[in-house]
């Protein structure tokens, strides 16, 4: 299993328990799509499962092993909502670093058919620092579409993205999923989430009181607007 989190509790300080017996799974081939309202605990959720927050209760299993060790880490990427790179190096000096942590070959050709894909043609010897805010993000992700882990970790990462490239995305991911890996994918765009997720997991409140398909999803509640809603109200959540 690529992805499997058992009763999962955290806690910032004693009076902010954050999670709360959380427990989900990913199988192979799946992207689980991650919704909930803001300070519902997604950011935390995923920080503890790529251990750059340390469980408090519960255990994690990237690929079959606990996610504090090595072969964990070097199955899984993880992609912030944030677009802090390192503006001194460039996009293809970036795409060697993050090969070399993976000890995995950079194919300069492939780099540089990604970046005509997401219409950076031209810009991988070009210093991050001149990248727009979009182009950062599109650094990421082809930077986990070259690695292809096994658990790929995508945290609100399409923010800022143009139309034309998430559309792009949508291809890329579904194909990463389809050749044997598994995406964890967290995003406010239910658009973006319906046109490629496989399953969906609700997180409110610090709890996971939803995990299911999406075709069933579609079928009795609609879409993923109509049970976000329905779940945020019954928790009485904004």
Request: glycine letters at 8%; charged letters at 25%; proline letters at 2%.
């Amino acid at each position: 299993m690529p992805l499997t989190v058992d009763h999962v509790d955290y806690a910032y300080t004693l009076q902010k328990q954050v999670l709360h017996d959380v427990s989900l799974s990913i199988s192979e081939n799946t992207i689980l799509g991650l919704i909930g309202p803001n300070g519902s605990g997604k950011s935390t959720l995923i920080k503890v499962i790529l251990d750059l927050l340390q469980t408090q209760g519960g255990s994690i299993r990237i690929d079959g092993q606990l996610n504090s060790t090595r072969s964990a880490k070097v199955s899984s990427i993880y992609l912030s909502s944030n677009d802090y790179l390192p503006e001194f190096l460039t996009g293809e000096e970036y795409l060697r670093f993050m090969h070399g942590l993976y000890a995995e070959p950079l194919d300069l050709e492939v780099l540089e058919n990604h970046f005509a894909r997401y219409s950076m043609s031209g810009r991988h010897r070009d210093l991050i620092e001149d990248y727009s805010h979009g182009m950062r993000k599109k650094l990421q992700l082809i930077a986990a579409f070259m690695l292809k882990r096994r658990l790929t970790v995508i945290d609100e990462t399409l923010n800022g993205v143009d139309i034309e490239s998430v559309g792009i995305f949508e291809k890329d991911v579904r194909d990463l999923a389809n050749d044997g890996r598994s995406v964890l994918l967290c995003s406010h765009d239910f658009g973006v989430l319906e046109n490629v997720a496989d399953d969906v997991a609700v997180l409110i409140q610090g709890a996971l009181v939803f995990q299911g398909d999406l075709d069933s999803v579609n079928r009795d509640y609609g879409n993923l607007s109509a049970l976000a809603s329905e779940y945020i109200q019954s928790m009485g959540a904004e």
